[in-house]
C-alpha cells in the first residue's frame, strides 16, 4: 500500500560507505523538491529501514536522513 507515500531508491550498497557528494547532493534537491510540491514535512522523510526488518537504505543513508530531518524548517 503505497498510498499517501513517495519513494525513491538509490542504486547501491549504502551500508558502510555513503554515495558520492554528486549523489547526496542530487538526493537533496529532488527530496526538497519533492516536500515543496507535496507540502511534506522535513520530518516525515523516513527510511525503509523505519517500517520494515530490512538493511535498505543502509546506515549511511539512515545517518543523512537523520541530518536531513534534524535541519527541518519547514
Known amino acids: 500500500d503505497n498510498i499517501g507515500n513517495v519513494w525513491i531508491c538509490l542504486l547501491g550498497d549504502f551500508r558502510s560507505s555513503p554515495p558520492n ?7 537533496e534537491r ?3 523538491g519533492l516536500c515543496e ?3 511534506i514535512a522535513r520530518n ?11 538493511e ?8 543523512w536522513i537523520a541530518r536531513y ?3 527541518a524548517t519547514h
Open 30 to 32: 529532488l527530496v526538497d
Open 44 to 54: 516525515k522523510v523516513f527510511g525503509h529501514m523505519k517500517f520494515a526488518k530490512t
Open 56 to 63: 535498505c537504505p543502509g546506515n549511511t543513508l539512515m545517518a
Open 37 to 39: 510540491r507535496h507540502h
Open 69 to 71: 530531518t534534524a535541519s
Open 21 to 27: 557528494g554528486a549523489a547526496l547532493a542530487a538526493l
